[in-house]
T-cell receptor, first 115, second 113 residues
């Protein structure tokens, strides 16, 4: 396994369009997290999945955002009616529930630019 | 509410110097603390993880310490090199928040040749 994979790496979209990002976690990892990072800031938590269940959502995740992990493997994050304020790096991380140190492993991120 | 602060926000030092980056957090009830490196426009690379029961971790020229009671961690970089130039972020997790990470804003490090 090559680690956490995110696709696409970069996305430029016009305001008002919908976009979808994909995250493939490390294969045996059952915990999956989405974070968002704006320029010059640390990442902020968006949502958390344990297997296929979405167990926590940040209030940052407005109604325009939806995330799924239908089979407990890959996850998608969709943003509807994108706004310029959605421009950010979207990061996915995974970890193993049974791991004693709960280390999070990150993908390379998807950089979204809304024009 | 957990808050994580990193000071300084930016640091520029000559090559070869030893340096210390600081991270502080307001709630000592953490599960672990991780240090990450981020190159411009790129994702996050994990450097070191310290469990709440540990005091330090070492990897090559990097040493991270943790003083949970005072809410502080330091990342020590020995014999800095231009390739160490990046933003360094620290993050803490808690068991009762599904181990989600709470982040500092990072320290941007520039090593001058």
């Amino acid at each position: 396994d090559t680690g956490v994979s995110q696709d696409p790496r970069h996305k430029i979209t016009k305001r008002g369009q919908n976009v979808t990002f994909r995250c493939d976690p490390i294969s045996e990892h059952n915990r999956l997290y989405w974070y968002r990072q704006t320029l010059g800031q640390g990442p902020e938590f968006l949502t958390y999945f344990q297997n296929e269940a979405q167990l926590e959502k940040s209030r940052l995740l407005s109604d325009r955002f939806s995330a799924e992990r239908p089979k407990g493997s890959f996850s998608t994050l969709e943003i509807q009616r994108t706004e310029q304020g959605d421009s950010a790096m979207y990061l996915c991380a995974s970890s193993l529930e049974l791991s004693p140190n709960q280390e999070a492993f990150f993908g390379q991120g998807t950089r979204l630019t809304v024009v | 509410k957990q808050e994580v602060t990193q000071i300084p926000a930016a640091l520029s030092v000559p090559e070869g110097e030893n340096l210390v980056l600081n991270c502080s957090f307001t709630d000592s009830a953490i599960y672990n603390l991780q240090w990450f490196r981020q190159d411009p426009g790129k994702g996050l690379t994990s450097l070191l993880l310290i469990q709440s029961s540990q005091r330090e971790q070492t990897s090559g020229r990097l040493n991270a310490s943790l003083d949970k009671s005072s809410g502080r961690s330091t990342l020590y970089i020995a014999a800095s090199q231009p390739g160490d130039s990046a933003t360094y972020l620290c993050a803490v997790s808690r068991r009762n928040s599904n181990y989600q990470l709470i982040w500092g804003a990072g320290t941007k490090l520039i090593i001058k040749p």
